[in-house]
């Protein structure tokens, strides 16, 4: 047996022993450590979008493998490393053509099938990836959105030497704007409207950041690239404000990606619709993180470049990590807005 944080129906989660899952042939079981909680994962918790009941959730995981199924190959107990949640069918003419995050007929790890909210959790092989002793449990964690926030910059054939504006200072945006600068951006300007986040992208590589609440924060922007506009818009918010903020901002030619989920309807006015128009920017959207072979080489460089130490996660990043015990009393802080500044990470170890 083990102890797992079961969802049992809407804001009803508890701290429970359910069966130690075996793995299968082909699959490895990991002794998890830290589980990041996601945005997608409140509501499946304090409202009622989970997909079936009891489900233990949980996809931003890291850990150690403790066990191997039988034809395992690449990786062996002891190894560290940090779960991929997606489990495309491989059959589909998407997942055919490598575009495994469209694959409609897919398994999920901590949403579909149950997560890492637990002591252990069992994964197929090709879903846990490697990372040295240099990269922490912690940022093992964070490989999952640092890959999310890499495919969303990729979406736009992003090349270095540009400028660069990230709308959001959240984890999504933080991991965007390192990228930018990994590969070689002349200027990312971080716009969020917390002067703290702004101050963190400084910290972080920024060379500038912007708070949008400012009266004149737009003509400030577009001094900054000699009222041209930016190159690349990467909205990572999801705010409808902020979507709208992405035209404007966006230089001829430019190159404009929404990573953010939004949650609220969206409607444009003709004047700001024809930026697009008139400016002839692309736009497109990017969902998760995957890329052939899979899981794809984001995955890949998240493992390379936290172990270099040119991706950072900030203290701030995370907002406090919680024994997975106490797993109930974390989803609560959710239910007041503006509580939970950064990441809450459960400790399955406590």
């Known amino acids: 047996m083990m102890k797992a944080g079961v969802v049992h129906a809407s804001c009803d989660i508890r701290y429970e022993e359910i069966e130690k899952p075996v793995p299968k042939a082909g699959e490895v079981r990991i002794k998890v450590k830290y589980t990041g909680i996601c945005g997608s994962d409140i509501p499946r918790v304090n409202a009622d979008a989970a997909h079936y009941y009891p489900i233990v959730l949980g996809h931003e995981f890291s850990g150690t493998v403790d066990e191997v199924g039988e034809g395992v190959t690449r990786l062996k107990a002891g190894d560290r490393v940090a779960g991929i949640p997606l489990v495309p069918c491989m059959k589909c003419e998407d997942c055919q053509k490598g575009n495994y995050s469209l694959c409609r007929h897919y398994d999920f790890i901590g949403s579909h099938s149950f997560g890492s909210y637990?002591?252990?959790?069992?994964?197929?092989?090709?879903?846990?990836?490697?990372?040295?002793?240099?990269?922490?449990?912690?940022?093992?964690?964070?490989?999952?959105?640092?890959?999310?926030?890499?495919?969303?910059?990729?979406?736009?054939?992003?090349?270095?030497?540009?400028?660069?504006?990230?709308?959001?200072?959240?984890?999504?945006?933080?991991?965007?704007?390192?990228?930018?600068?990994?590969?070689?951006?002349?200027?990312?300007?971080?716009?969020?409207?917390?002067?703290?986040?702004?101050?963190?992208?400084?910290?972080?590589?920024?060379?500038?950041?912007?708070?949008?609440?400012k009266e004149n924060f737009m003509e400030e922007a577009k001094a900054l690239t000699g009222g041209r506009g930016f190159d690349y818009v990467y909205e990572t918010a999801g705010n409808t404000i902020t979507m709208k903020m992405a035209f404007e901002l966006a230089a001829n030619k430019a190159e404009v990606c929404f990573i953010g989920t939004p949650t609220k309807d969206l409607t444009f006015s003709v004047k700001e619709w024809e930026n697009m128009n008139r400016k002839e920017f692309n736009l497109t959207g990017s969902w998760m993180s995957y890329s052939a072979p899979f899981p794809g080489h984001e995955w890949e460089l998240v493992a390379h470049y936290f172990g270099t130490g040119d991706l950072k996660l900030d203290d701030s990043f995370v907002y406090r990590i919680l024994p997975l015990s106490e797993i109930a009393d974390a989803f609560e802080m959710f239910k007041t807005p503006g509580t939970v500044k950064g990441k809450i990470l459960i400790d399955s170890e406590k």
């Open 118 to 213: 637990a002591e252990y959790v069992c994964v197929p092989e090709q879903n846990a990836v490697k990372f040295a002793d240099a990269v922490s449990f912690e940022q093992g964690a964070f490989f999952e959105p640092a890959t999310v926030a890499l495919h969303g910059l990729e979406r736009t054939g992003y090349k270095g030497g540009k400028t660069v504006a990230i709308l959001g200072g959240g984890t999504i945006g933080m991991m965007t704007m390192q990228w930018a600068k990994i590969f070689g951006a002349k200027e990312v300007v971080v716009f969020d409207i917390v002067d703290e986040r702004l101050e963190l992208g400084m910290r972080l590589g920024a060379t500038a950041g912007i708070n949008t609440l």
